[in-house]
Nanobody, 126 residues
Framework: VQLQASGGGLVQAGGSVRLSCAAS????????MGWFRQAPGKEREFVGT????????YYADSVKGRFTISRDNAKNTVYLQMNSLKPEDTATYYC????????????????????WGQGTQVTVSS
C-alpha cells in the first residue's frame, strides 16, 4: 500500500492542524493505521493508532486529550486532528499501516507497521 501524508505546516502554540494520509494500492480496511512523529535528534515515537473499522483509538500519553485520529474508509484516508499544539509537538509526522490479524486492534510499535508514508513537517512556534 502507498501512503501519502499531507497537511503539515507552521502553526502558533495553542493552534490546530489536521493531517491527512491517503492510502492506495490495497484494501484500506485491512490495515490498522497509526501516526508517529520524529523530532530532530530523537527516535521516532508513537502518537496514536486507529483500528480497521475506526471503532478503537489509542494515544500516547503526551497527546491524549489534544490529538484525535479518525479514518474514512470510503475515502481510504486517515486523519490526525491536532489541537492545543505545543512547541514540543514540532516534528515530522508519519502515517503508517499495519496488517494485523482480526484479534489485534491496538498497534503501537514501529516494527509492527508494514508501510510508511513520506512524512509531513509540523512546526509549532512559541
Amino acid at each position: 500500500v502507498q501512503l501519502q501524508a499531507s497537511g503539515g505546516g507552521l502553526v502558533q502554540a495553542g493552534g490546530s492542524v489536521r493531517l491527512s494520509c491517503a492510502a492506495s494500492g490495497r484494501t484500506f480496511t485491512s490495515f490498522n493505521m497509526g501516526w508517529f512523529r520524529q523530532a530532530p535528534g530523537k527516535e521516532r515515537e508513537f502518537v496514536g493508532t486507529i483500528s480497521r473499522n475506526g471503532g478503537i483509538t489509542y494515544y500516547a500519553d503526551s497527546v491524549k486529550g489534544r490529538f484525535t485520529i479518525s479514518r474514512d474508509n470510503a475515502k481510504n484516508t486517515v486523519y490526525l486532528q491536532m489541537n492545543s499544539l505545543k512547541p514540543e509537538d514540532t516534528a515530522t509526522y508519519y502515517c503508517a499501516a499495519a496488517a494485523v490479524s482480526g484479534l489485534v486492534v491496538v498497534v503501537t510499535g514501529t516494527g509492527q507497521y508494514n508501510y510508511w508514508g513520506q512524512g509531513t513537517q509540523v512546526t509549532v512556534s512559541s
